[in-house]
């Protein structure tokens, strides 16, 4: 059974930092590409950062370009998304992703979903 789990939200003063680390069991973590999504209530699930299954390439939304970082260890079967420099607009619950189409910026190619970790960011 595919399971990613999620782990790393909560709140957060404006301008903190948080790291989300999602633990993905039941496939070959190294088949699939991983990225992180996130959704706001009323609002479309949209993608914050994605990685190629190899790690070489990675795409992030302009939102945060600068300011999050996404990265895998396939020896840990884990990814995450370092997020620095956190604004309100950032709140979210967040989602780890697996998949294989490339790039990965439509949820509808999503082939497994975690439940969410959600962020809260106070200003």
């Known amino acids: 059974q595919v399971q990613l789990v999620e782990s790393g939200g909560g709140l957060v003063q404006a301008g903190g930092s948080l790291r989300l680390s999602c633990v993905v069991s039941?496939?070959?973590?190294?088949?699939?590409?991983l990225g992180w999504f996130r959704q706001d209530p009323g609002k479309e699930r949209e993608p914050v950062a994605t990685?190629?299954?190899?790690?070489?390439?990675?795409r992030y939304a302009n939102s945060v370009k600068g300011r999050f970082t996404i990265s895998r260890d396939n020896g840990k079967n884990t990814v995450y998304l370092e997020m620095n420099s956190l604004k309100p607009e950032d709140k979210a619950v967040y989602y780890c992703?697996?998949?294989?189409?490339?790039?990965?910026?439509?949820?509808?190619?999503?082939?497994?979903w975690g439940k969410g970790t959600l962020v809260t960011v106070s200003s």
């Open positions: 990685i190629t299954w190899s790690g070489h390439s990675t």
């Open positions: 992703a697996a998949g294989s189409a490339w790039p990965m910026d439509d949820p509808n190619d999503i082939t497994y």
């Open positions: 039941g496939p070959p973590f190294s088949n699939y590409h």
